[in-house]
Structure formats: structure tokens, C-alpha cells
């Protein structure tokens, strides 16, 4: 399962659920979505954003605002925009993009989904430092040599609440630098707020000798994620 499919599926579970909403928040911030930039897709070497200021196709909202349209597939901006959409954005990096806006996603669609730039906050917030699941050749992940036996009982204890339905602690290893650190990655319907607290108290008071802890956060389903199963 895609991120991507996540996302939908998190969509619809809220709509039947509104309790299950949190859920939502995390697979947006881990998806890859779809944009209609209005200049059309920037030529080879230049990034929007960068090079171009990042402009990207809208619809008005009934009660007048002007939105951001992003889509879960690029196929879904055919029959809003007339073709397919052009460039891809993780979800993270669109409400960092367009925090002071409105996004509307799937327009047109039943999953669709408006987002205020209180709601775009708010999902910001709860998100703090901890990341939305991004694969990356630079980083390598495995299981620790040496079972940190303390750590991954005080993580199973804080993280069986909440909501979490998975976790997984891996040894990482930056292949540039080399730096050593550990990656947490969690998956579940609760509020990445909530998560963070689960974590900074299951850690509390530990030595990690300098090294960092990164807190991955996931969609519910998918593969199995690198290293120890903590959940």
C-alpha cells in the first residue's frame, strides 16, 4: 500500500468516523501529492520555489476563498483542470508552502478535503519535529547489533496507548557522514502531538550518548518497517 492509498483510506474512515481524523493528519503529511503549477511544469534545472516563485492552479470556495488544488493522483486533475497534474509535492512541503492559505484536496471528488489555514497550523504543530515517512538512499537502517533492552521496554510500555498500532526502532547510519543515530518509527490514528509525549516520556532521563533519536511517523498499514518490532 502507497502512502498515497493510505491517505485515501484515512479520508474515508474519518468521514464515516470524525474521531478517527487524526489519522488523516498523518498520512497527509507522509503522501505524495499532486499540483497544477500555472506557468506549467518548470523546464529541467529549475525549481519552483527556488529558482521561480511557486504558483500553483486554484479553485474559489463558496465562501469566496482562494484555494490551493492538490490531488492523490495526478489523474484526478483531468476533469477540474483539463490534464493530468505535473509535479509532485510531499504533503509536508505543501502546507509548509502554503501554511497562510487554503488547500483543497481531490476537488470535485468524494474524498475530498478543505483545509483552513488554522487547520494547515494546527496539523503543523502536532506534527513538531517529528517527520512523515520519507524513504532516503542516504540513510541506512538496520536492526542494533546490541539489543538496547531498557530503551525498547519503555517504548513498548508508553506506546501500547494511544492508539498506536505499530512501531519499529532501527539503528540509522548517515552513508555521507557516517553519523550513527537511531530512527522510531510509529504508525497508528493517534495525533502526532500525542505520539511526541508517548515518546519524550518513554525516553526521559535515558543517555543516548550524544546520538539522536528521529521520530518517523506512518500511516497505519503498509510493509513492515526496518529493525526491532516494538508494537
Known sequence: MTNNDALEQAISAALRDPGQASGVDVALLAAELYVVPTEGAPPAGVVLGRDRPLLLQGLVLKAGQQATAAFTRAEGATPVF???????????HLLEAFRTGWIILNPGQTGGLVLSPDDIALILAQAGTAVPLSETADVALEAPERSPDL???????????????????ARSTDRK?????WRLEVRGGSAPQEIRRLVAAAVDGLDFGGEALDLVLAPASGADGPGVRLI
Open 151 to 169: 530503551l525498547i521496554a519503555r517504548l513498548r510500555s508508553s506506546l501500547a496507548h494511544g492508539g498506536v498500532t505499530a512501531a519499529w526502532l
Open 82 to 92: 483539463g490534464a493530468p497534474a505535473s509535479m509532485g509535492m510531499r504533503g509536508l
Open 177 to 181: 557522514t557516517g553519523a550513527t543515530g
